[in-house]
């Protein structure tokens, strides 16, 4: 109920999801008068089990006064039916810091988890054609021990979304040799080089910005402060380049004439810098899988958003990557399918 677009726009993405997965269920959370005839509209009310929720949590409020006031909201019910069990993943479109604190709050963190991350897929020249990057805001502070963490948690993320054996995972840096950077760095680096054979993956050490997209690199650790400013960066220089170049080809006769000739290959081209595809932030070391969508997302990048948790539940990711962290850590784990996480 709290993005941007409204109900609409989610239950729109939801028929899109549906149409491409049939073995999806929903549980809706809002307005029940709000959101049946819209469901009806879509023909999606045999799909849905229908949670109303009188609150909304807006994008202006402080997680602060999610967290006193928010018990009656569509957000917290949504959480609270992936802690019951009730639905095996969340879609939201809301406040991205009310959906945390309520995350962290209602379904805990995972063990041996210190601090939860964002990932999010970012196209790259890889063989799957994306990358992992984490954390993209969900706490501007990480000391070396939690980019150890995020390394092991984007792994798994890589692993069980991406379908790579082995994730190359590199830390970024203002400089790829080994004597830039922060002292915390420095230490990361060394930690995650050494957790490399029980994390199962290859670490390639430090990588600069440029090399976000090179596909030498299957998951890009940080911290959430540079994160989220390489993130936003990107999806303005995404939309920067889709104005310019409608802008350039309607410049002139010749230019709209070489549009029509090029119409595929531009077609192409928007499509792999449409932001709306890798729409989704995973919220990791939850005891739950929540997905965030960009609170401005239509129906498409809705849509990607639940196929994203879709694909995530369908291999029960939170408890891999539970097993992971903890078997990499040292720590106790009971979990049986530790090893394949």
């Keep these: 109920m709290g993005g941007d677009q409204g109900p609409a726009a989610v239950i729109g993405g ?38 109303h929720a009188d609150g909304v949590v807006a994008m202006s409020d402080k997680p602060s006064q999610v967290m006193r006031h928010g018990k009656g909201t569509s957000m917290w019910s ?33 063990p041996s988890v210190n601090r939860p991350a964002i ?28 980019l150890l963490q ?20 590199g830390l970024l840096n203002v400089g790829t040799e080994d004597h830039k950077g922060r002292a915390e760095l420095k230490e990361a680096g060394r930690l995650i080089s050494e957790a490399a054979a029980a994390g199962g993956y290859d670490y390639v050490g430090f990588v600069e910005g440029s090399d976000i997209p090179s596909g030498d690199v299957d998951v890009i650790v940080t911290d959430g402060f540079t994160g989220n400013i390489a993130i936003k960066a990107a999806e303005g220089t995404a939309g920067f380049i889709r104005t310019s ?10 230019s709209r004439f070489a549009a029509v000739l090029a119409i595929t ?13 890798v729409n989704g932030g995973v919220f990791l070391g939850l005891n739950g899988t929540v997905v965030k969508s960009h609170g401005a997302a239509d129906a498409t990048g809705v849509a990607a958003a639940i196929g994203l948790a879709h694909q995530l ?25 530790g090893d394949q996480a």
Aim: aromatic residues 4%; positive net charge.
């Design 14 to 51: 939801m028929a899109k999801a549906a149409s491409q997965h049939p073995d999806l269920r929903f549980v809706v959370h809002g307005n029940a008068e709000e959101l049946k005839p819209l469901l009806e509209k879509r023909r999606l009310s045999a799909l849905c089990d229908v949670e």
């Design 78 to 110: 949504a959480i609270n039916s992936v802690r019951s069990k009730k639905a095996q993943a969340c879609v939201s479109c809301g406040n991205t810091g009310a959906l945390m604190a309520v995350s962290m709050v209602r379904l805990r963190k995972a």
């Design 119 to 146: 990932a999010v897929l970012w196209p790259s020249y890889s063989k799957t054609g994306f990358a992992v990057m984490l954390d993209v805001g969900a706490d501007i502070r990480a000391d070396e021990t939690d």
């Design 150 to 169: 995020y390394a092991l948690m984007g792994t798994s993320y890589a692993r069980n979304g991406l379908g790579i054996d082995v994730p190359r995972v």
């Design 245 to 254: 170049l409608k802008a350039a080809f309607r410049h002139t006769i010749l």
């Design 265 to 277: 290959s531009l077609r192409r081209l928007q499509q792999r810098i449409d932001p709306r595809r």
């Design 313 to 337: 539940a369908s291999v029960e990711f939170g408890n891999r990557l539970a097993a992971r962290v903890a078997t990499a850590m040292d720590l106790p784990q009971d979990d049986e399918e």
